[in-house]
């Protein structure tokens, strides 16, 4: 039976030829081609490890310059928006309240068509003014004028039928705003130079007696049908004018 330190001595032996056989192995393993394809790989990762780091820098770069002003810019328009935004409701917010006191206000005070004095006659939202004074068909059309008016219009049935009995009422024959002075025959309404739809026109007219009758007016010889007359002749005439909502 082999001695303690027999067995030692035994064991270092194999340990070291265990080593050697290692080493053999591994310089078998790690030929020249392996170790030259070993260093090739190593140099491969450098230079992706070296492309990574280029590429994070360059979109660190292009966030900076770009994206970041650009995200700061959107936030500030973002900002002003909502600001206007802000200001356009506080408008809204107040014209409804100027509303509903407009809407308080007529309901607790009425309101009713008027015309601009008790010497204006009404018919349906239009006032009329029967002159007292006199002049020619211009005169007629500056005394209009200066009451802010204009002459009067029978542009519907109704409203001339108005007028005649209204000139019937008063008595005398009236000056109203039509006429043919641009051109012959062609009757228009003085104020927006309209060629003239409805007419009442008196028997056999308008006749243009010599040449000269340009002007439209209500006749009483005609129970107030309407008559071409030369625009310099003298007579009273009408005005129009809107009727306006005032408080009662």
């Keep these: 039976m082999a001695s303690p330190r027999v067995k030692q001595w035994h064991n270092l032996a194999l340990v070291c030829v265990f080593i050697c056989v290692?080493?053999?192995?591994?310089?078998?393993?790690l030929t020249p081609n392996l170790r030259e394809e070993n260093g090739k790989a190593r140099r491969e990762q450098h230079i992706l490890q070296n492309i990574r780091?280029?590429?994070a820098t360059m979109v660190q770069k292009v966030r900076a310059e770009t994206v970041l002003p650009a995200l700061a810019s959107y936030s500030i328009q973002l900002y002003e928006l909502t600001e206007n935004l802000t200001r356009i409701t506080n408008s809204f917010t107040n014209?409804?309240?100027v509303i509903e006191e407009l809407q308080?206000?007529?309901e607790n005070r009425s309101v009713e068509l008027s015309c601009p004095s008790q010497s204006w006659v009404m018919h349906e939202n239009r006032c009329y003014f029967y002159s007292t004074s006199v002049g020619s068909w211009a005169d007629?059309?500056?005394?209009?004028?200066?009451?802010?008016?204009?002459?009067?219009?029978?542009?519907?049935?109704?409203?001339?039928?108005f007028l005649k009995a209204q000139a019937s009422l008063k008595g005398g024959s009236y000056w109203i705003?039509?006429?043919d002075i641009s051109v012959e025959s062609r009757w228009e309404w003085n104020t927006n130079g309209a060629n003239i739809g409805y007419t009442d026109w008196g028997p056999d007219q308008p006749n243009d007696v010599r040449l000269g009758q340009d002007c439209l007016e209500l006749l009483e010889k005609f129970q107030w049908q309407w008559n071409d007359r030369e625009c310099t002749r003298v007579q009273a005439y009408i005005c129009e004018t809107a009727a306006r909502y005032r408080p009662t």
């Design 22 to 29: 290692i080493g053999q192995v591994q310089g078998q393993v």
């Design 140 to 161: 007629a059309r500056g005394g209009c004028q200066s009451l802010n008016a204009m002459m009067a219009e029978a542009t519907t049935r109704s409203i001339n039928e």
């Design 177 to 179: 705003g039509g006429h």
């Design 53 to 55: 780091e280029e590429v």
């Design 95 to 97: 014209l409804s309240t």
């Design 104 to 106: 308080q206000h007529i």
